[in-house]
């Protein structure tokens, strides 16, 4: 046990756990993208895939505490390594000069906090209602389109995802790294992968307050939503957000 502490305590094991937990949190964020994506096939497609969600609310229930412990690790993981870099070098460089690391590593200490605010207000805005202006229980479709329907929401999201840009780019590279593959033949790889899945993430989920905002998705008569979230609303541990 010692043993397994001590290498979780050095740089190499925490760098190891920002890699692993990263790996599950770009997972989540890819399959939470893919689903919301249904919001363009009407309510009825979006909320059966939240009924279907909350079929197994034990499963659910340990998806959202593993997905809670990774992000727990990831922010100790992230934090503990920038203190003992900072602790190696007490007094900063006069001048730094960029060349070695992007512009999206440069930022990665503005974009992890402004992302865990966001993941903070997104939960009481989707998933809990209290930060909601119209919440619905049950009725993810509604809930969905009024809450981007708000400017400030829909500004705040957007500027939420292009941080999330920059630490997704970074972390999918970082990942590769970390695992020693960081050799110029596979650069060119690793960079193009890390950018693919950015910008599908990303693309995916600025297209949602984007369309909202610009009437492409509007909120549907109520006849078309009543049946779909009063099935969804009987479920147990149901909320109004997909995930």
């Given at each position: ?70 992000v727990g ?71 969905f389109i009024t809450g ?96």
């Open positions: 046990m010692k043993a397994i502490l001590a290498f979780f305590g050095s740089s190499i094991g925490k760098k190891l756990v920002m890699a692993v937990t990263g790996v599950a949190l770009v997972g989540f964020v890819v399959g939470h993208m893919s689903g919301n994506m249904l919001v363009y096939k009407g309510p009825e497609a979006l909320n059966a895939y939240a009924k279907g969600l909350h079929m197994f609310p034990a499963l659910l229930w340990a998806a959202r505490l593993g997905l809670l412990a990774a690790l990831h922010i100790w993981a992230s934090t503990t390594l920038t203190l003992t870099n900072q602790a190696a070098r007490p007094v900063s460089y006069r001048k730094v000069t960029p060349d070695a690391s992007s512009y999206a590593s440069r930022t990665m200490k503005f974009s992890g906090p402004l992302l865990g605010l966001f993941i903070v207000y997104h939960l009481l805005h989707l998933t809990l209602g209290s930060a909601h202006p119209s919440f619905r229980p049950g009725d993810v479709y509604h809930n981007f329907q708000v400017p400030v929401v829909s500004f705040f999201y957007i500027a939420a995802m292009l941080a999330l840009g920059f630490h997704l780019h970074h972390g999918i590279w970082s990942f590769f790294q970390t695992l020693g593959v960081n050799h110029p033949r596979y650069d060119g790889l690793r960079r193009v992968l890390a950018t693919l899945i950015t910008v599908v993430v990303v693309g995916g989920n600025l297209s949602f307050p984007i369309a909202v905002l610009t009437g492409v998705l509007q909120q549907a008569p109520p006849s078309a939503t009543s049946a779909r979230a009063g099935d969804l609303a009987s479920v147990p541990g149901t909320t109004g957000e997909g995930h």
